[in-house]
């Protein structure tokens, strides 16, 4: 609508003459957007992305057809896209949102296309009735993860669960607290949203390009593997963020890029997509979900895309931030949806290597989002990406990773992780089982309450050679030793190289064993897990972490002796009488203390790792009176 300026008086006529077509002006103008039911196979209209740079592009389009109830709910719009570079290129990864319109009006975006080896530049348009729908659906109140002080209420989980959700949504890791797994983790997940990137036929949603700065080769295939299956491509093209740019946008805009910060830093992966449209701090993109996470919080950032790659399969943008700004809020069905005005969570996570000579950086640091699902499995991408870039070496490593996990309002949590590559460093899959990244699935997916990282710091130490000593064979020197008396053990021990070493252990033998014959373990460390009750809040949680294993260089005698140990209400008694047993058991309710078997052990320190087990007999003679 035109401009109306208030003329001098001796033009009142003219000024009500207008005034009074007003009405009719307004009954005219068309509307902002184009519903599916006014596009016609033949419409022509165009399209905005970016090509290279930041500044959207026009780029042709023509109108295919309409399918009807193409997802529940949506229809799709096909559309030819003509283009010079979309000729060769077809289907992009990164031009998911780039918005269509027609007779000028917006009509939704690029969404969907064929999974593989397209021949012609033919796309599904997502309508933009949905996306706007989305972005104008409010966050729940009291969202946590956008929301500063303290955390929400807990949840309360009455006493001890044997499997608890934490609430989270698509993403969630349903298990018992203190055992998350980050594959079993992924493969939830992928379940919960349908799997469809990993098989699905004809028209699919036009895969999200990972793209991923400072991993290598090895690094990078695990991570592909962790997140293909969620629609997310990792390519190794870019995502890192370059120095602002004072000339540059400063704001979203339509048809300009969007990604979403995963990770930045000496380590990036950015998710790379296109805006539909803004309106005021707000926009819908994508046209598809990234995840089909539901409500969400990561981080944003303006783009700037380098060049589009040509592929048989799945040609794609490559590019990198320029300013992070804003936050992911929602990822659903049609469209993600994100806001200038808001802060996701992250967390730093710094990384220092020690005993590698030489190498080019020795001091990591990347900045991580908060994500219930993705953290742990980023994390453990950038410890692969660390090692794979600082221990490359083919020789003999032993090596330990010391981690502390610091968690608002609980202190920190200090895990270890420790072991032996033999002829080359650590496979990069082995870091997604590390007490360090089950810490912090463990922290984000617990049961009780809405936790916050508040850093990481890790210290990777690497001692070049075979650190270890092999358990060649055993020795009993006392192989009958009386009721409360010690028994000797020999331990011969064959270091890499070099003469063998023995060590010997002294076993002291219960009395309540008297007139047995006890089978005594030996075994390393590493191997035993000392008994540990199921946590019933997140502080008891965070102890068990730290207690996970008995010292890594170390030895252990052990045997079990006749009584049960019991764990009950955060608790362990390690050695009960049966009486002692059924006076645990309440009356009131089901929940039952867990007995285990009782152990006595001898744990004796070594100053390398120790492979190998063996087991010994010793005849314990009854005490004469």
């Known amino acids: 609508m035109r401009s109306i300026h208030l003329l001098p008086a001796a033009c009142c006529g003219l000024v009500l003459g207008l005034f009074a077509t007003l009405p009719l002006a307004r009954g005219d103008a068309k509307p902002s957007t184009i519903s599916v039911d006014e596009i016609k196979e033949g419409m022509k209209g165009y399209g905005l992305t970016v090509f290279h740079g930041t500044e959207p592009e026009r780029f042709d389009v023509e109108v295919i057809g309409v399918l009807h109830n193409f997802r529940p709910t949506q229809d799709l719009i096909l559309v030819k896209t003509p283009h010079p570079r979309l000729n060769i290129t077809r289907n992009v990864q990164g031009m998911s949102g780039s918005p269509i319109y027609f007779d000028g009006r917006l009509a939704g975006a690029y969404a969907y296309s064929l999974r593989q080896f397209m021949v012609e530049p033919v796309a599904g348009v997502t309508p933009i009735a949905p996306m706007l729908s989305e972005m104008k659906r409010p966050l729940p109140p009291g969202f946590w993860p956008l929301e500063g002080g303290a955390p929400l209420p807990a949840k309360p989980v009455q006493n001890t669960p044997k499997r608890a959700s934490a609430d989270g949504g698509a993403t969630r890791f349903d298990g018992v607290p203190g055992a998350y797994d980050a594959i079993e983790h992924g493969r939830q997940v992928q379940a919960r949203m349908g799997g469809a990137a990993d098989s699905a036929r004809g028209i699919t949603a036009v895969s999200t390009p990972l793209l991923v700065a400072g991993l290598g080769e090895r690094s990078l295939g695990v991570l592909r593997r962790a997140f293909e299956p969620l629609g997310l491509d990792a390519q190794s093209g870019g995502g890192g963020q370059s120095e602002p740019d004072p000339n540059g946008p400063q704001h979203f805009v339509d048809g300009g890029s969007i990604g979403v910060q995963m990770a930045r830093g000496d380590i990036s992966m950015m998710g790379l997509g296109t805006v539909t449209h803004v309106e005021g701090t707000r926009l819908c993109g994508f046209g598809h979900p990234m995840m089909n996470a539901g409500d969400s919080a990561m981080p944003t950032a303006l783009g700037r895309i380098m060049w589009i790659y040509a592929s048989d399969q799945h040609s794609f943008k490559v590019g990198e931030a320029t300013k992070t700004l804003g936050a992911l809020v929602n990822d659903r069905q049609s469209a993600i949806v994100a806001d200038e005005t808001r802060v996701a969570p992250t967390f730093p996570v710094h990384v220092e ?230 006076a645990l058991r309440p009356q009131s309710t089901d929940v039952q203390p867990e007995s285990f078997a009782s152990f006595a052990r001898t744990i004796t320190p070594s100053d390398r790792f120790i492979e190998g087990r063996d087991k010994v007999k010793i005849k314990v003679r009854g005490v004469m009176r």
């Open 353 to 582: 290597v020690k005993g590698v000579v030489g190498a080019p950086r020795t001091n990591w640091n990347v900045i991580v989002a908060e994500e219930r699902f993705m953290s742990a499995s980023l994390t453990a991408s950038v410890m692969s990406g660390v090692v794979e870039a600082t221990v490359s070496d083919h020789r003999d490593v032993t090596w330990s990773l010391k981690s502390k996990v610091r968690v608002r309002g609980h202190g920190t949590v200090e895990v270890e992780d420790f072991g032996l590559a033999s002829g080359g460093t650590p496979d990069s899959g082995e870091w997604f089982q590390s007490r360090l990244v089950r810490t912090i699935g463990d922290a984000l997916n617990n049961p009780w309450e809405n936790t916050h990282i508040e850093s990481v710091e890790a210290v990777f130490s690497v001692d070049y050679g075979r650190e270890v000593l092999r358990l060649r064979g055993v020795d009993v020197l006392d192989p009958v030793v009386d009721a409360g008396e010690r028994a000797r053990i020999v331990l011969h021990l064959l270091p890499f190289s070099g003469a063998e070493v023995t060590r010997t252990l002294d076993v002291t033998m219960p009395r309540e064993l008297a007139g047995r014959d006890v089978e005594v373990e030996i075994v390393p460390g590493y191997e035993v897990a000392p008994e540990v009750a199921a946590p019933e809040n997140l502080d008891q949680l965070f102890a068990n972490a730290s207690r996970q294993n008995y010292p890594p260089r170390s030895v252990i005698a052990q045997f079990k002796v006749p009584m049960q140990g019991v764990t009950y209400q955060g608790h362990v008694a390690p050695r009960l009488p049966s009486f002692a047993l059924d």
